[in-house]
């Protein structure tokens, strides 16, 4: 007899098959030819990648789009045959052959690429604009947590009405699911934010969200403590995104900032059991300056000051 977790992970994966097949069939992968085309559908990622990556080796195209390397190959010596690719020698590895499309091959993709194109409209047409946002940061947030993020990909932006309810909810989720933080610590997120949304000084308090096509990524804050003195406060990275340099950069506007607002110095305060950020906070030249036991939200942990002299 299953118990309530194998039931849960038996439904999510029901859900996931239920969408594939859902979305398959909305794209129209399973047709013989993609696109109304004489291609496959692998046939026609594997064009698309020339068409916008030319120079790829036949390994790093592979490795790319997770194809096995004979497969690769046949296809590569198809499209050779038929005139829509050339291979040059590699100058920096001649062991190895860069792929471009010749001028049929990019006059073979060309209507590929606008039917897409074309297809894509037609799909989004029937949904109100605000519909076609929630669709698309939908697919984002499946894509960023599935595959994670590209390094040029991310920025930051200044926060937008729904992210202190986001920034809450994540602290509130994540701390819970890696360290076993009860609900107190959601309760002092939630204030540390809400005080912040309802009165803060611009020219002196900053939030910074880090996103990818409008998926959130991180945040973080920076308040006023006295005249002096900046607090950095609610830190967070999510996990798909982490190791990109986003909470290094984060935690570098704050300071950037701190000096331009002619603070003095900046304090945090931290837990022993958060070891990345507090890699970042050292590497920025924050120094812990004390630090006491506590189980203010359930486990029984260290709590740190640390300070930052600008």
């Not at 047709?31 to 698309?48: H, I, N």
């Not at 107190?184 to 939630?190: Q, S």
């Not at 506007?253 to 059991?273: M, P, S």
Request: charged share 25%; aromatic share 8%.
């Amino acid at each position: 007899m299953r118990d309530a977790a194998e039931n849960a992970l038996e439904d999510r994966i029901a859900a996931v098959r239920r969408f594939s097949r859902h979305y398959t069939r909305v794209i129209g992968a399973l047709q013989e030819g993609l696109l109304q085309s004489a291609f496959s559908l692998t046939e026609a990622r594997v064009l698309y990648e020339l068409a916008h990556q030319p120079g790829l080796t036949a390994t790093t195209l592979g490795r790319e789009l997770g194809i096995d390397a004979g497969y690769l190959s046949r296809i590569l010596a198809g499209f050779t045959d038929r005139g829509l690719l050339e291979r040059r020698a590699d100058v920096a590895d001649r062991r190895q052959s860069t792929l471009r499309l010749t001028a049929a091959g990019k006059a073979a993709f060309a209507p590929l690429d606008a039917r897409s194109h074309t297809d894509v409209a037609a799909l989004l047409a029937p949904l109100p604009e605000p519909a076609q946002r929630e669709l698309v940061g939908a697919m984002a947030r499946i894509e960023t947590l599935l595959g994670g993020v590209a390094r040029s990909v991310w920025r930051l932006r200044g926060p937008r009405a729904g992210d202190t309810g986001w920034v809450v909810e994540r602290h509130g989720a994540l701390y819970a699911a890696e360290y076993g933080f009860d609900a107190r610590f959601e309760a002092l997120v939630a204030k540390v934010a809400g005080a912040f949304l309802a009165q803060n000084d611009p020219t002196r308090e900053r939030c910074w969200i880090a996103e990818c096509d409008e998926v959130r990524l991180g945040s973080v804050f920076l308040v006023r403590a006295d005249d002096e003195t900046a607090r950095l406060r609610l830190l967070l990275v999510e996990p798909a995104a982490r190791g990109l340099g986003i909470g290094r950069q984060l935690v570098g506007e704050c300071i950037g900032f701190a000096r331009t607002a002619g603070y003095k110095r900046i304090t945090l305060w931290t837990n022993d059991v958060l070891v990345a950020a507090r890699g970042i906070y050292q590497a920025a030249g924050f120094r812990l300056i004390s630090s006491e036991p506590h189980n203010m939200f359930g486990p029984s942990i260290v709590g740190e000051d640390w300070a930052l002299v600008l």
